[in-house]
């Protein structure tokens, strides 16, 4: 078996855009994931690298938090820690919350470790090394933000979702019509009658989703 077929087409592409990053730092630019009839002009959104949410998920992100002021956040994927820094920022401003991020590797987990802590918002962010689909946590889910590899992303929700605050928001990102996957994955989720989802129209596609359970 070749070695891009053993350690993965993707696993490589993420270390080949963290050493670009230390190359040449965040470049913002313009969004380059191809158009979609729901996002036809994705060149009017922003973003850092193909592996970071776009800039204007970021501030949405932010937004969220200081929106909703969760006590808990738990983010699925780190990569280089750029979302957990903004969902940190939100926590800040709300002076309270914590965010739990994972990262299964090991080098990708150990830069953004580095990163987080020249941050000066390490206090708000508990990194872990483990994978989402071994991650225990103890406690309420506030907001979930599930984004860690597409494939796996049902099964996330699946496992997280009893621990999932029901006024709570969960989070999808990569739900394009372009990125099948994870869209199949929140509608499946819908018809089996576990969430109630928004297809927001981004570059990536981000799926808005609550638990569906009787409103009080
Ligand atoms: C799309 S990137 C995350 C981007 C980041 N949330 C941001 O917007 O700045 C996905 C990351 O998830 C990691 N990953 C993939 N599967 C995982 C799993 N099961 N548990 C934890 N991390 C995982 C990958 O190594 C990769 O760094």
Redesign the pocket.
């Known amino acids: 078996m070749s070695l891009r077929r053993l350690f993965g087409k993707?696993?490589k592409q993420?270390r080949r855009i963290l050493r670009q990053i230390e190359r040449s730092g965040d470049q913002l630019q313009p969004e380059y994931h191809r158009p979609t009839p729901e996002c036809p002009h994705p060149e009017r959104w922003q973003m850092y690298d193909s592996?970071?949410?776009e800039v204007e998920?970021?501030e949405f992100l932010r937004t969220l938090v200081t929106t909703i002021k969760p006590e808990l956040v738990v983010?699925?994927?780190?990569?280089?820690?750029?979302?957990?820094l903004w969902i940190a920022e939100g926590l800040k401003a709300n002076g309270r919350g914590r965010v739990i991020s994972?990262?299964?590797?090991e080098p990708?987990y150990r830069n953004a470790k580095a990163r987080i802590e020249g941050s000066g918002l390490a206090e708000w962010i508990e990194l872990r090394n483990?994978?989402?689909?071994e991650?225990k946590i103890e406690g309420t889910i506030d907001l979930f933000?599930s984004?860690?590899?597409m494939p796996?992303r049902e099964q996330?929700i699946r496992r997280f979702l009893p621990q999932i605050n029901p006024c709570g928001i969960i989070l999808m990102?990569?739900a394009s019509s372009h990125l099948k996957t994870v869209r199949d994955a929140a509608l499946n989720l819908e018809k089996d009658g576990l969430i109630s989802a928004v297809l927001l129209p981004t570059p990536r596609g981000l799926v808005v989703a609550q638990r569906k359970l009787p409103r009080s």
């Open positions: 993707k696993e993420e592996m970071t949410a998920v970021l983010e699925t994927g780190t990569f280089s820690a750029i979302s957990t994972c990262e299964f590797d990708i483990e994978s989402s689909l991650m933000f984004d860690s590899d796996i996330e990102h990569d």
